[in-house]
């Protein structure tokens, strides 16, 4: 039976936002905070439920507008739930103590219709002065009905403002005016659309803010009249009946629309043109619905959507600036990314047992240095795989940049195999010494351990000084990379090569030979100043495989090119994510696969030795069927099965049967 996990959030019930110059202030009218239930994986539906069952709310699910400042991003950005991606986006985000931000509730309440009877005939014959043919538009022939509720009397009219010029004068001789210029421009190419506003008549808002707020999606908007009590707001376009009127209860703060055309109907330039009324904050509100699995769209991307959603086209700036908001949105700041590190490591291993995580921080300036983090799982899955790993580091592109350190290892199917990873300022002794100092404890020091990397002079002195029995080798490519580019020996790489992947010392002695007589200076670098036992397999002193290069942790850092940009704590919460979907794949595979006696790798590269070992003679030397002669191809090679050796030196590394072997 699944069992539901509950966390404790706080709400704040009854009041409103209000902007600042410079940020968003949740305006209090009370210092009541209520406690909220709410379903650890629930929905938004589940949200909406216990904010109404909390706050003993009688409204309707679609009047409650539910929203929060997300932490370590001080008070410049209002987010929103508004569906089940917001909710599990809100849970993920904690403090260091464990709390969530507190939920700010506001009520939209709508004031219902009723019959105009309950108002005295003085006042019918004000309101009939006042609004001429307001209310013929918005009401129809209906006299019988009135925009105010059961508690207002006629000076809570909205149509009622005190000293506003504007509002004695008639709009409809303008919009006739607007009309017959339509008609005089009627061979110009229009564009009708609605903005996606959700706008309506009779809708009301707690204060003028929030209808800004909302107002900011209108395109093309002209501001004509805006004060304490009334708005006025119209298209730019002489010749689109696009328009909006406000006006504010006498005895109350809030707003109500009372007339409103919310289709535009405008030539097409003005669709073209350069919008300056769409702000960075309804680009970013659009960019947080393209975002998928925490990658979003660019900025050709979001100018398309701009166009296509609003009929406008923003500068490329406006739209960049846009889109990192809708980043910082989404995947949180890079402050937070750092400040949540110790949250999220508990977190990490409460729901992952046996993980190995580290902090540290300068205990001067209290600023970060490093995180090392290892999953449980993969520790135990190490103790199975062959004791070669590579190490590499790759450089962050976040706010503060970094470097991530990682360490990776190969399976039986010659797949990426996670073992730890490590985010540190920069590349140095004292960063690569705490990242191996921190892996010793997960992967023990012994002599048939081997380290592959490139020719970093930190990652040598640090293998040296924290680990006294494994060896290390060069990556072949890396190397091979460096003596084209300062020895200019390009043309003659190919022989570099066939030394550095031989098994047996015969064969290195042949091909360094030849290549010392093609490339003399470039072989005493490679046999005094790096030697032999970095680069050769011939000559290293323990076993290394098949694995000559870094091609795995490349590949890891290829993987990884959307989340180095990441903040610290994504960058690790999506790496847990892909892989943990990967080796759920690989698990389903295997399971597939249990009758098999060898993984599909191995069968192929068995498969090849076969039909090469087929064109081989082979004798029996002492009769006791273990030890084999093997002729062919120009070689004379001798096998032993049951010590599963053979003179060629691949079945003693490889551990798999080579050509020989399988003749034999």
């Not at 009520?107 to 307001?134: A, C, M, Q």
Request: with cysteine; charged share 25%; hydrophobic share 35%.
């Amino acid at each position: 039976m699944a069992v539901t996990e509950f966390v404790v959030g706080g709400g704040d019930y009854m009041k409103v936002w209000e902007e600042t110059p410079k940020s968003w202030n949740w305006k209090s009218f009370s210092k009541t905070t209520v406690s909220i239930a709410l379903c650890r994986n629930g929905s938004y539906s589940d949200m909406i439920a216990s904010v109404i069952e909390a706050g003993e709310l009688t409204c309707e699910q679609n009047d409650l507008v539910i929203s929060y400042q997300m932490n370590g991003r001080g008070k410049i950005h209002l987010t929103f739930i508004n569906n089940d991606r917001h909710v599990r986006l809100y849970m993920l985000d904690m403090c260091i103590d464990g709390s969530r931000p507190t939920l700010r509730i506001n009520v939209n309440v709508r004031p219902p219709i009723e019959p105009t009877n309950s108002f005295n005939s003085d006042n019918d014959s004000i309101r009939n002065e006042r609004l001429g043919d307001h209310s013929k538009e918005i009401l129809g022939d209906n006299s019988n009905e009135s925009l105010g509720d059961h508690s207002m009397n006629i000076h809570h009219d909205p149509t009622n403002v005190e000293n506003q010029p504007v509002d004695v004068e008639d709009p409809e001789p303008e919009c006739c005016e607007e009309m017959q210029v339509q008609k005089e421009l009627g061979s110009q190419s229009n564009h009708s659309f609605f903005n996606g506003t959700n706008l309506c008549i009779n809708q009301t808002f707690s204060n003028k803010n929030e209808l800004q707020l909302l107002l900011a999606d209108a395109v093309a908007k002209s501001l004509l009249k805006s004060c304490t009590k009334y708005l006025k707001v119209k298209c730019v376009s002489r010749n689109c009946a696009w328009m909006l009127r406000v006006s504010k209860y006498e005895c109350s703060d809030r707003f109500c629309i009372y007339k409103y055309i919310g289709e535009h109907s405008y030539g097409i330039e003005h669709a073209n043109s350069s919008h300056i009324n769409i702000s960075i904050k309804v680009i970013a509100s659009l960019c947080v619905n393209m975002y998928r699995d925490g990658k979003g769209p660019n900025v050709k991307e979001i100018q398309r959507a701009m166009f296509i959603s609003f009929h406008c086209s923003p500068s490329y700036w406006k739209c960049w600036k846009g889109g990192v908001v809708a980043k910082e949105m989404v995947r949180g700041t890079t402050e937070n990314g750092y400040s949540c590190l110790p949250t999220f490591s508990y977190m990490f291993e409460t729901l992952n047992v046996g993980s190995s995580y580290c902090l540290i921080v300068n205990e001067d300036s209290h600023r970060f240095m490093y995180f090392f983090l290892a999953f449980g799982a993969c520790i135990k899955g190490f103790a199975h795989m062959r004791k070669v790993i590579e190490v590499d580091g790759t450089h962050l592109h976040g706010k503060y940049e970094g470097v991530l350190l990682s360490v990776v290892a190969q399976d039986t199917e010659n797949h990426v195999y996670l073992i730890a990873f490590c985010v540190v300022d920069k590349e140095n002794d004292a960063s690569w010494t705490f990242f191996f100092e921190k892996l010793k404890v997960i992967v023990v020091d012994e002599p048939e351990l081997c380290f592959i990397s490139d020719r970093h002079k930190s990652i040598a002195y640090s293998i040296v000084n924290v680990y006294n029995h494994a060896h290390h080798g060069y990556c072949m490519r890396h190397l091979s990379e460096n003596l084209r580019v300062n020895h200019h020996c390009g043309d003659y790489l190919y022989l570099y090569y066939n030394a550095a992947k031989v098994y047996s010392l015969e064969e290195f002695d042949n091909h360094f030979v030849e290549f010392k007589n093609k490339c003399p200076t470039t072989v005493v670098v490679l046999e005094h100043d790096v030697g032999f036992e970095k680069w050769s397999r011939a000559h290293f002193p323990s076993n290394r495989y098949d694995v000559m290069t870094t091609y795995i942790t490349e590949l890891l850092n290829d993987m990884l090119i959307d989340e180095r940009e990441y903040p610290a704590a994504s960058i690790f919460n999506s790496i847990a994510k892909r892989f943990g979907e990967l080796f759920r794949e690989r698990h389903t595979y295997i399971l597939k696969s249990m009758g098999n006696q060898m993984v599909s790798a191995a069968k192929k590269n068995t498969r090849k030795k076969i039909i090469k070992g087929d064109s081989l003679y082979v004798e029996n030397v002492t009769g006791d069927g273990n030890q084999f002669t093997v002729f062919g191809a120009g070689l004379t090679a001798y096998v032993d099965l049951l010590k599963k050796s053979c003179s060629c030196r691949k079945y003693d590394w490889i551990k798999i049967p080579c050509a020989h072997a399988m003749a034999a």
